[in-house]
């Protein structure tokens, strides 16, 4: 038994080391690749939430786009909202209802106006089964109090509650403003005020998970899919388990639960964005992109505004866009570039430092001098040897020595110069 582990645990030492990649692999280039090439595969524009017909996402190229440029504001923002009674239908109905924005125009049978003499005022007629229905926990106290603080700058007193479901609302007969426009301005933006939930939040929807295959003599299980922004606010929301809560916005996500929660967003969407079009990237390709992206401690998008906040370099900055800017901007301030990355040294014209360009000096060789060691010639014989070599087929000494660069007294590069020559 321990030598069958052995020999297991051998094997796949074996294979984990036949996979290492090598040093000075371009793993840039080839992270590239690997996304950018299944992304041609993909729609242009696809919107679809699996399992869930009124609640769609960005899918396809343009989330991909979203993702590495870290789009601020994108199409379509989900937060995923897990429950603390999950199981419960009823529950996760009143919570949703604690987070969805309603409008005071929606519980409301009818907004009428009413005018005795010069006196004017709008009679506003709540709904008590609109109110049971969507499950609010709401009052004609709490609707005075919303439509007080909010931005239309109604007083307390203009506001009067008449009963359980009637409220009625007054101009301000003190203002130089005519009444008759006031009444004008009331009308348009009563309706428009939120009485329940969070501004941000345009929808909210109960989602049931689907069951796995070991939970299916169990209850289903409830969670929230909110259409919005406002991560923070739902994970206050009394009901909303704020552990388990995620958004599809990548900056968001930093600012709510920090660099890491942003990183795991990145590679958790990219996978889910490419597995909808039934393709799939190792998972090492969309960690180095994640962790590229916040390496820095804050998100930045793979765009020329992210790139200036981590790269130093000018001449790399130059190759992306706007040359001419990043090139004026580091003759003004005097920048300095050390010609250390790959689109400096193409641009230079330098070995690239990756492959076997990575390394400087693998093993440092004695050098040893091919040449013959140099004989020096008596100053007596010198004229000797003029003499012969003017007499031999008048060869000019002195050219022969000036055209070949040899020394006088080296005398074996002296019959070099003189066979190549054509003396004899």
Do not use: W
């Not at 001419?324 to 580091?330: C, G, K, N, W």
């Amino acid at each position: 038994y321990m030598g069958s582990n052995a020999l297991a645990s051998g094997e796949r030492m074996e294979a984990g080391a036949g996979i290492v990649v090598e040093p000075g692999t371009a793993l840039g280039a080839v992270c590239a690749q690997s996304i950018g090439e299944p992304a041609t595969q993909m729609t242009l524009k696809t919107f679809h939430f699996a399992g869930v017909a009124a609640m769609n996402i960005t899918l396809g190229v343009p989330r991909i786009k979203e993702i590495i440029n870290a789009t601020r504001l994108i199409n379509t923002p989900i937060i995923t909202a897990q429950l603390l009674e999950n199981r419960d239908p009823l529950k996760a109905r009143q919570v949703k209802a604690r987070i969805e924005k309603t409008l005071l125009g929606e519980v409301c049978d009818g907004i009428h106006m009413l005018k005795s003499g010069s006196e004017m005022c709008y009679i506003v007629q709540l709904s008590s089964e609109s109110i049971n229905l969507l499950q609010l926990k709401v009052s004609a106290e709490s609707i005075k109090y919303s439509i007080c603080t909010s931005k239309m700058k109604i007083r307390e007193n203009e506001v009067e509650v008449a009963s359980k479901t009637l409220l009625i609302v007054r101009p301000n007969y003190d203002s130089k403003v005519d009444p008759y426009y006031q009444m004008q301005h009331i009308i348009k933006h009563l309706p428009k005020i939120v009485i329940k939930g969070l501004p941000t939040v345009s929808r909210a929807v109960v989602h049931q998970r689907p069951l796995r295959p070991e939970d299916k003599d169990r209850s289903p299980v409830y969670e929230l899919l909110v259409e919005g922004n406002n991560l923070r606010e739902v994970i206050a929301t009394y009901g909303v388990d704020g552990n388990k809560c995620r958004s599809n916005n990548i900056l968001e996500m930093a600012n709510t639960l920090g660099i890491e929660a942003a990183r795991q967003t990145i590679i958790n969407e990219i996978t889910m964005t490419m597995s909808q079009h039934g393709l799939s990237v190792d998972c090492r390709h969309v960690n180095l992109l994640a962790d590229v992206m916040t390496s820095q401690g804050a998100v930045h998008g793979i765009t020329r505004h992210g790139l200036a906040n981590t790269k130093s370099s000018v001449l790399m900055l130059a190759s992306f866009e706007k040359t001419a800017d990043h090139l004026f901007e580091a003759a003004y301030h005097g920048q300095v570039d050390k010609i250390n990355g790959v689109s400096d040294c193409i641009i230079m014209g330098k070995p690239i430092n990756i492959g076997t360009g990575l390394f400087r000096l693998v093993q440092q060789h004695r050098r040893s001098d091919a040449r013959p060691k140099e004989h020096k010639i008596k100053s007596d014989l010198l004229p000797s040897i003029e003499e012969v070599l003017r007499d031999s087929r008048r060869v000019d000494y002195a050219s022969v020595v000036t055209k070949r660069r040899t020394k006088l007294f080296d005398v074996p590069a002296m019959h070099v110069a003189l066979y190549q020559s054509g003396a004899r």
